[in-house]
């Protein structure tokens, strides 16, 4: 049927459920908080029955025209408890309405299924959200996945390195596959699945890290250290983060969501008078730790360099004699503090303008963000636009468009691994003495030497190689609702959505053809031109009918749903490669040898889902839905899938028995549900390879198969709960265990040498189990007008095993030698576990001792707020105990000299060390750490004084400073243990190699309302 | 009113909900692989141009056991004492392949040092006969002519390149049916007998193709086969293959008619030696021949002659002049404990030169073989006049001799010049018994009978259970 048709029919439906009234009143009234008598501006004033809305203004005051001559009025306003209030035409003026801040957040409203919600208090899951006031308005985060650290009970997030614009590896409850699928969950933002993927740019095939084809879609094995594509969205265009972090909350999502899914709803107008907000930070990125460096010293050379006691040899003689020349000219520098303890400009203006009346509302930010790096010359922009409009084209129907364009940049230069090329700082520095400062200084004519210790002077690797990444990106959501219908009781409404999300990268990453290691190539000078065009798109449409049911024991609502979803993606990347570049030159054209590399991957998914929600006057609140998924990622890609879901929750406080008045929520649930993890692109296909022979290319048998039974991978999770809410909320606790088994997992069998599939066939070979607790207590010590305090503990434990393998045991090495560590998959192992060296007589799998294991024990966070008078305070600890990780980066330090503790304090004795090739002790770290992850302290000027200067023009005036990672408490040795070398390996999680150094951020800032 | 109104709207709902199963938003096309062809796309109604891709295809793949120095001809030269292969930045090339003492024994080393042109690739050479069988029996776009042309090229490669793997496993067996479709099933392992049965039948099978395969050969085939471009040139070259299959199964009567309806030429001279097919090297976007190498080529990765090749030649035999180069200095190695050696691998004038796959001196000697073996009424005489056609051609006089026994060491004796670095002297002597009688003196390592199963299968029928 041509959509022209199907628009037709639709305006049709919306023609129909036009309607007028007749007979009318006006009510007035204000609306203030209950413990401040503060009025609260933009607060939202319903008449469900007429379908008419208006919104507090400046002064909290309101007005709105009623049909008929008494009616229910619904007031909400976000992060107070809604109040309901019968008006009629005789009580109908100067309404004094009183609202409680709702500090257990039990108003607050949580996604349950794909066209409908629910009040926080009913929700049978352990739906965690983050609201704009903790996304950004206390600290601005770089980008969203930032915001989540800390805040979230489930989730383990680690970074690619510390350079601006991040690079994360987000896993929610453990481990969600082992690699055949995305580890990452999935992100919806106001409706659209967008693109999270993390585009290379070639830096790892330069610098010789590693040689990974273009096709590896997951970042799963690349070192490029890119960001992630979420870092294009502005978290000050954020409203709300929820995070259904396993399939018992997701299950409604369906194949996509064995990682979880995180929905994002951006910032919407609000009725009444234009508000204009304007806001600027300022401040600085420093390191947040320095490792410290060798003090060489005459005796130190000649015990690092000199083997043998038969006088000096002629490379200790050349040491010592740069030592001096370098003591006498005091061109003795330490190189971690020249490259790294530097200030990198952090620059942020937001403008938003928001507002509208009864019919459209519309809400329009600007932002540019500038973010220098620690290191010279790397950085991160981002410069947004977004326009969110929504109209109610009658009283039933309205409809919403959300538009963001941005652009980012990111200069990341070059660190991590490499390989004989030069190209990483980090690494780099490894071998270079603080007394070669002064040879790898520029000549007269700023030509830099090159360097005698590594394959490229540092300085000149900072100053001409470039690592740049350009991403311009549309993201356009319309939601269009309906009601349809109302049959006494009953409604029925449309809830269509559709959008798409575009993104145009390139990158370039380039090393000039006079470069050290260029130079001794047959084609100097190389450059990687990258682009990646990707688009995404959705479409769903679901019929909802509400109804309520009379009966003897009371009210039952009941919500049924039943839809459909559509999911496309489309991506063409490519790679033109050059080598032996003309002098200045990065246009390929000017290369005297060309190779290109094309990637193109295409998806279509299509889903049903249906679901049946009741609610006994919130008091039992139970659902059932199901998803029925097809995906073109399935080997069979017609076939559909079923994702089952249920849920319970009782709210034993809201029977008429409960007489314990102190204890308003005593709640406990259940829920049940699966979802699916589809394989990424290409896995399926058992592609042929080409050979050359002659003048000739054929086409070579594949050396990889496919199971003809192959299935998509499914995760089952139970969850049960008792969330408690006591002092009408000064206190509550969240309590959680969730089981959540994996089942299905994809891996490849080593299948008989004869078939000649040297890769393997990939198929359903294991299943594991992800084990939790997550609990979170909430209070309120106090709460006067002019103090308050609120405070927040969450605590969380996760434990992984693989609880059948039907295939033989393999392992995952780290690098290419078994010593740098290795994870396993075998049955009764957790696959995060750490394996490596040496063979002791406890010897498992073949001569691996088992050293540890990436996931934590536990993790802890603890938040505070604190406000008094117009100061605001606010810190977060960060505390994560008793995982492992694995540091290569002293080996490289070693093997220069230059670590911190490489010869004992005033000595020439080399502090003895295990291995470091006979053990991984030596490499394996304890990564417990606590982290202040954020600190604020905001002065808001008094409305008096406001007035006073400015009359009514400015609303609000806020200053403030702000901090991220300002402390960190660790024993592990390295910049950081929350980074990875490889981006989202989801079980080798955190390897450090010559990272970028990670740091801490202070803004200062102002905002002012208008 | 209100009735009539409720109505409509549930029709149009109805409608709307209908019509999103109708459309084509619900409608999915199959997604099939943009990036590359994927062996789905060539199952299913191949085009002439598909399957034209496939035969180059196994063109690149037979080439595969000499596509690299440390390939299967190599270790087998090793093993026969043809030839060392010094590569100083591996020592197993000189302690594993040479057997020196404190190596394992080939016999019991599941995990012996050899690259994939012993086992994997042979074996993925034959998938992709395979997979070219299934491609044209799921195809309408050929005639039955062009079908039988592919069909009979892409079982003779299979035979040859099953041929490898059996020369490794020799007693072991090996797996001659490996579905493509199912390679959770590869079939049983056969012994030595039977496997080399298996491979006659499916080179008898490709010979009936191809006679069935009309006058032209619908395909390209690369420089490899000039001189074998109509089906019935590859016919010959088909049953060249045949007969040497035929003597390692010593059945000398199929050997001598297969000879007789192979390429075989009984005429004398350099380029009747060479007629045969080959595995060509072209440079540029393909590889280059890596057995050829320059005048006193670097010893760090060398193949150099064993000496024993030059202690037992003949004077004048052209062959070794052909074949063997003195260096200016003599080759070695840090781990080879022998003498220096003095001579390299020449057989190839340029980088760009074709490798032999089998040739016309081959047949006559595989000939002159099967008549000795066979000794009836004239065999013998005309054995002898077949050495000596191989003889006269590289400027040696006649052998004379109408003792079985002496025909039969002279036959070999030819063998080890006539085809020396192509894989034949190991599987030779093996074939007579006479491993012990390769020279082990110069290295003081050990001559291996065949390398145990490789631990992949073993691995694998350990998991099945077999």
């Known amino acids: 049927m041509p959509k022209k048709a199907t628009m037709f029919y639709l305006w049709v439906v919306l023609l129909l459920v036009a309607q007028s009234a007749v007979a009318q009143f006006t009510a007035e009234g204000t609306v203030t908080d209950a413990q401040t008598g503060d009025p609260l501006v933009g607060a939202n004033i319903y008449h469900q029955d007429s379908n008419r809305g208006t919104t507090t203004n400046v002064d909290g005051a309101f007005v709105i025209e009623l049909p008929g001559q008494s009616a229910t009025l619904r007031i909400t306003y976000i992060g107070y408890i809604t109040q309901s209030i019968e008006v009629s035409a005789e009580q109908s003026t100067d309404l004094q309405i009183e609202l409680t801040s709702d500090i257990a957040n039990l108003e607050e409203v949580v996604v349950t299924g794909l066209a409908s919600s629910v009040k926080r208090s009913n929700l049978a899951n352990a739906v965690s959200s983050i609201s704009a006031k903790d996304i950004s308005e206390k600290v601005a985060p770089p980008t969203i996945d930032r915001a989540m650290q800390g805040k979230i009970p489930g989730v383990e997030i680690m970074s690619t390195g510390g350079a601006p614009g991040g690079g994360f590896n987000v896993q929610l409850r453990g481990v969600s596959t082992l690699g055949a699928g995305s580890s990452q969950p999935l992100y919806i933002v106001d409706g659209v699945y967008i693109d999270n993927s993390a585009i290379r740019t070639g830096r790892s095939v330069v610098s010789g890290a590693t040689s990974a084809a273009l096709t ?119 190189l971690e503090e020249v490259f790294f303890d530097n200030r990198g400009v952090i620059n942020k203006t937001q403008i938003s303008i928001s507002g509208g009346d009864a019919k459209t509302r519309f809400f329009v930010s600007g932002n540019i963000d500038n973010e220098d790096g620690i290191i010279t010359n790397t950085g991160f922009n981002r410069n947004s636009l ?245 995906s073109t990622l399935n080997l069979d890609q017609e076939e559909y899938t079923l994702y089952p879901k249920a849920s319970l929750a009782i709210n034993w406080a809201n029977f008429d028995f409960w007489n314990i008045n102190d204890v308003n929520l005593f709640k406990l649930r259940a829920a049940y549900g699966e979802t699916g993890g589809v394989p990424l692109f290409g896995n399926t296909f058992t592609t042929l390879g080409t050979g050359p022979i002659g003048d000739r290319v054929g086409a070579i048998a594949p050396v990889a198969s496919v199971d003809s039974d192959l299935k998509p991978e499914r995760a089952k999770e139970i969850e049960l709960g008792l969330d408690l809410g006591l002092f009408d909320g000064r206190i509550s606790f969240e309590g959680t265990y969730y089981n959540k088994t994996v089942e299905d997992l994809i891996l490849d069998l080593e299948p008989s040498p004869s078939t000649g599939l040297t890769t393997g066939i990939t198929t359903n070979a294991a299943e594991l189990e992800n084990v939790g607790w997550e609990f979170g207590l909430s209070a309120s010590p106090i709460l006067s007008q002019n103090l308050s305090w609120n405070t927040n503990v969450l605590w969380w434990t996760n434990k992984s095993e693989i609880t059948e393998l039907v295939i033989p045991g393999q392992t995952n090495q780290a690098l290419g030698f078994i010593g740098f560590g290795a994870t396993r998959i075998e049955e009764g192992v957790s696959p995060t576990a750490i394996f490596g060296l040496p063979n002791t007589e406890e010897d498992q799998f073949g001569g691996l001792t088992k050293w540890g294991d990436f996931q934590p024990d536990f993790q802890m966070s603890w938040n505070n707020e604190f406000s008094y008078s117009n100061f605001a305070f606010n810190f977060l600890f960060h505390w994560s105990k008793g995982g492992e990780n694995l540091d290569l980066y002293q080996l490289l330090l070693d093997g220069g000299g230059n670590t911190d503790d490489y010869f004992r304090e005033g000595s020439t004795e080399v502090t003895p060390r295990p291995g470091p090739f006979s053990t991984t002790e030596y490499y394996i770290q304890d990564a417990s750490y606590i982290k202040l992850r954020e600190a604020s302290l905001y002065y808001t000027v008094p409305t008096a004084t406001l007035q006073e200067f400015f009359g009514g023009l400015v609303k609000r005036v806020r200053f403030g400073v702000s901090g991220t990672d300002l402390l960190m408490f660790t024993d592990f040795r390295g910049y950081d243990p929350e980074v990875n070398f490889e981006g989202r390996n989801t079980l080798i999680r955190s390897v450090s190699i010559a990272p970028y150094p990670s740091s801490k951020k202070l803004l200062f800032s102002i905002d002012l309302d208008f | 009113m209100k009735t009539l109104k409720k109505n409509i709207l549930l029709s149009v709902v109805v409608i709307l909900s209908m019509s999103f199963s109708a459309c084509e938003i619900v409608e999915v096309d199959v997604v099939q692989d943009p990036n590359r062809p994927t062996s789905q796309s060539v199952l299913n109604d191949a085009t002439p141009g598909q399957i034209q891709d496939l035969l180059t295809g196994l063109e690149n793949k037979n080439r595969d056991i000499i596509d690299l120095r440390s390939g299967a001809y190599s270790l087998m030269g090793v093993f026969g004492r043809e030839l060392y292969y010094f590569n100083s930045s591996d020592p197993n090339f000189i302690t594993a392949w040479i057997q020196l003492p404190g190596s394992v024994n080939a016999e019991d080393n599941s995990s012996f040092f050899v690259d994939a042109s012993m086992y994997e690739e042979p074996y993925q050479a034959v998938q992709l006969a395979n997979l070219t069988l299934g491609a044209v029996a799921n195809t309408n776009q050929l005639t039955e002519e062009a079908k039988s042309a592919a069909s009979g090229f892409a079982k003779t490669i299979k035979a040859f390149q099953l041929l490898i793997p059996l020369h490794g496993q020799y007693q072991n067996g090996i797996r001659t049916e490996i579905p493509f479709e199912d390679p959770f099933q590869p079939g049983p392992f056969r012994s030595y007998d039977e496997a080399l049965s298996d491979i006659r039948a499916i080179l008898d099978d490709g010979a009936a193709d191809l006679g069935a395969a009309g006058s032209t050969f619908p395909f390209v085939l690369t420089d490899g086969f000039d001189g074998f471009e109509t089906p019935a040139d590859l016919l010959e070259w088909n049953r060249a293959i045949a007969a040497r299959v035929a003597i390692y199964a010593e059945d000398w009567g199929a050997a001598i008619t297969a000879t007789d309806e192979s390429f075989m030429q009984l005429t004398e001279g350099e380029s009747s030696m060479n007629l045969g097919v080959y595995h060509t090297f072209n440079g540029g976007n393909d590889i280059l021949n890596p057995y050829f190498f320059t005048p006193t080529a670097d010893e760090n990765d060398l193949l150099v002659v064993h000496p024993s090749m030059l202690d037992d030649a003949e004077t004048n035999d052209q062959r070794v002049a052909n074949k063997f180069f003195q260096r200016a200095e003599a080759a070695t190695n840090p781990d080879f404990t022998g003498p220096a050696i003095a001579y390299q691998h020449a057989t190839f004038a340029s980088a760009t030169d074709d490798f032999p796959m089998i040739r016309n001196e081959e047949l006559i000697l595989i000939r002159a073989e099967a008549l000795a073996q066979r000794n009836q009424g004239t065999d013998l005489t005309n054995a002898v006049d077949a050495i000596n056609i191989v003889r006269n051609s590289w400027g040696l006089g006649n052998f004379i001799s109408l003792d079985q026994d002496a025909i039969i060491d002279q036959v070999l004796f030819e063998r080890r010049y006539s085809l020396w670095g192509e894989g034949h002297r190991w599987v030779d002597a093996r074939r007579y018994d006479r491993l012990n009688q390769i020279p082990t003196n110069v290295d003081g390592g050990r001559i291996p009978t065949q390398i145990a199963r490789p631990q992949g299968e073993i691995d694998w029928d350990e998991f099945t259970g077999n």
């Open chain 1, 216 to 334: 590896d879609e997951d970042d799963a094995g690349v070192q490029d250290g890119v960001a992630n594509r979420l870092a294009d969205l502005n978290p000050e265009d954020i409203q709300s983060i929820e995070i259904l972090k396993g399939p018992s909350a997701a299950a409604i999502y369906g194949q996509r969501a064995n990682a979880g899914v995180i929905i994002i709803n951006t910032k919407q107008g609000a009725a009444g008078e234009t508000q204009v907000s304007f806001s600027q930070e300022v401040g600085f990125n420093s390191p947040l730790k320095l490792l410290g460096r060798t003090n060489w010293t005459e005796e130190r050379i000649i015990a690092f360099h000199d083997d043998a006691d038969e006088g000096l040899n002629a490379a200790t003689q050349l040491e010592l004699d740069r030592f001096r020349t370098a003591q006498e000219n005091g061109t003795i520098r330490d």
């Open chain 1, 386 to 630: 977004r326009a969110n409009l929504s109209h109610s084209i009658s009283d039933r129907v309205s409809i919403t468009s959300n538009t963001n364009f941005v652009n980012t940049e990111s200069n990341r230069g070059f660190t991590g691994n490499q390989n004989n090329t030069g190209g990483s700082l980090t690494y780099n520095l490894a071998s270079h003495p603080n007394y070669a400062y002064g040879l790898l200084q520029p000549d007269q004519l700023g030509g830099y030497p090159d360097s005698p210790y590594f394959a490229e002077n540092p300085f000149r690797l900072v100053d001409v190689a470039t690592n740049d990444q350009d991403v311009n990106r549309l993201l356009q959501s319309v939601i269009l609702k309906a009601d349809l219908a109302t049959f006494g009781a009953s409604k029925l409404s449309l809830d269509a959505q559709g959008g798409f999300d575009f993104i145009d990268a390139n990158s370039i990453v380039h090393f000039p053809e006079f470069m050290q290691f260029q130079r001794s190539q047959s084609f100097p000078g190389i450059v990687v031109h990258g682009e990646n065009r990707s688009l995404n798109t959705n479409l769903q449409a679901f019929l909802v009918l509400n109804t309520d049911i009379k009966s003897g024991i009371g009210n039952i609502n009941l919500t049924s749903q039943a839809g459909w979803t559509r999911f496309t993606t489309d991506i063409a990347a490519s790679e033109i490669q050059g080598t032996g570049l003309l002098p200045g030159q990065t246009n390929t054209d000017n290369a005297a040898q060309i190779s290109t590399n094309q990637n193109f991957a295409n998806t279509t998914e299509v889903g049903f889902a249906a679901q049946q929600e009741a609610n006994w006057e919130d008091r039992i609140i139970a659902t059932i839905g199901a998803r029925f998924d097809r």
